[in-house]
């Protein structure tokens, strides 16, 4: 018998190319740095945080010694203004802290020397100060945010920064929707060619040009249009109205490129049924790229939220809730460009407070981030 010689066959296995490998671990190294960066910035928001929720604070009772005491006497004289003690309270009069036992009309009983602090005598007319920690459902809930005098309700700040995005949000989303609907359905491709780019163009001006902007064009016009009796030269509409201007070429942009997204068949489809443009535009593209739009949307909103620049010049500097739009307010992150911009010592309240509202900030906007992940999933349409 004849053996037949037979050929090795093609080698089939991938071949190495270095410089395919160089980009993959490019690609790897950014992504890793990308969530290192976010676990960092999660974990100082924590930490910081933490400090804010734990640490001691002592509160103003404007009630005072009504006669010097000595360091053995248990039994205090105080006045009768100021806020009234209870039995538990911890006060501090100067550097001495007391444990409070009882109350008898404008006297207190207290456990003198408490928390490895010295007995000392006091003189008359000391201030007393009680001790008060930050409750976590106080700081959601509470309406007035004065961290100096003990008061720390978030909710002035929270309303502020919902009441500008809101306004926003009616300034943008019908127009961009609209500018993304004559873009992809309406305008020439040259005509197109030419107004995307111009429309990119609002995205790059400074957030402080167009602070200014709203404080010095929008309130005028505002005033003019309402009366200055209504409109007060530092309100959240003039902000709210220039950062949906702001916000447009996002909402344009996204919204634009999931319409030009549905495949042109369905237009023709619906123009063969006897459609006009309008009706395919409204009835037929927009809900086939429905994800997409929402997904813009939800963005937007957290852009919203998370603008520093304009609030800080023209929604105006102090917490104020209210849900009037033509009256000043203090946005989250208006509140902390101020507080940061003063001279803040390391560890103090107001220090870690900021990282108190940032870390609610970062929740605020992780939250609308999912619910713009979830939408994408429900309402994704699938064409082969």
Excluded: C
């Excluded at 037949?4 to 270095?18: F, H, N, S, V, Y």
């Excluded at 410089?19 to 960066?37: C, Y």
């Excluded at 040259?190 to 790059?204: I, S």
């Amino acid at each position: 018998m004849t053996e037949i010689a037979t050929q090795p066959g093609p080698d089939l296995r991938p071949k190495r190319r270095p410089g395919e490998q160089i980009v993959q671990m490019l690609i790897f190294l950014a992504a890793a740095i990308s969530i290192l960066t976010t676990i960092g910035i999660v974990y100082v928001l924590g930490r910081e945080s933490l400090k804010f929720f734990t640490s001691q604070m002592w509160e103003e009772t404007n009630k005072q010694l009504a006669a010097a005491v000595s360091p053995e006497q248990t039994w205090l004289p105080l006045t009768t203004s100021g806020s009234r003690l209870q039995p538990g309270d911890v006060i501090r009069i100067g550097a001495e802290v007391m444990e409070v036992v009882a109350v008898d009309g404008l006297q207190a009983q207290v456990i003198r020397g408490a928390q490895s602090t010295q007995a000392m005598a006091h003189p008359a007319a000391a201030d007393l100060y009680r001790e008060q920690h930050i409750n976590l459902w106080q700081f959601l809930t509470g309406t007035r945010w004065e961290p100096q005098i003990g008061h720390f309700g978030v909710l002035p700040l929270v309303n502020a920064t919902l009441m500008v995005s809101l306004i926003a949000m009616a300034v943008a989303l019908p127009l961009g929707l609209a500018i993304a609907i004559y873009l992809s359905e309406y305008a020439p491709r040259k005509v197109r060619d030419v107004l995307k780019p111009m429309l990119e163009v609002l995205a790059g001006i400074p957030t402080v040009v167009y602070g200014y902007f709203a404080l010095t064009f929008v309130t005028p016009l505002l005033r003019r249009l309402f009366g200055a009796d209504v409109v007060q030269i530092y309100n959240m509409a003039s902000a709210g109205i220039v950062i949906g201007i702001l916000i447009i070429p996002l909402v344009s942009s996204m919204s634009e490129d999931a319409l030009r997204a549905v495949p042109d068949s369905l237009r023709q489809a619906s123009y063969g049924l006897g459609a006009t443009r309008l009706e395919t535009a409204l009835k037929v593209v927009v809900p086939a790229a429905l994800s997409g739009i929402a997904a813009a949307f939800i963005l937007a909103i957290s852009r919203a939220i998370g603008e520093t620049m304009i609030v800080a010049i023209a929604a105006g500097a102090g917490p104020n809730l209210t849900f009037n739009p033509f009256q000043s307010a203090e946005t989250m992150t208006g509140h902390i460009v101020r507080i940061s911009g003063g001279d803040l010592s390391y560890d103090s309240i107001d220090y870690t407070s900021i990282f108190a509202i940032g870390l609610l900030l970062f929740l605020i906007t992780l939250t609308l981030n999912i619910i713009s992940q979830r939408v994408v999933r429900r309402f994704r349409e699938v064409y082969d």
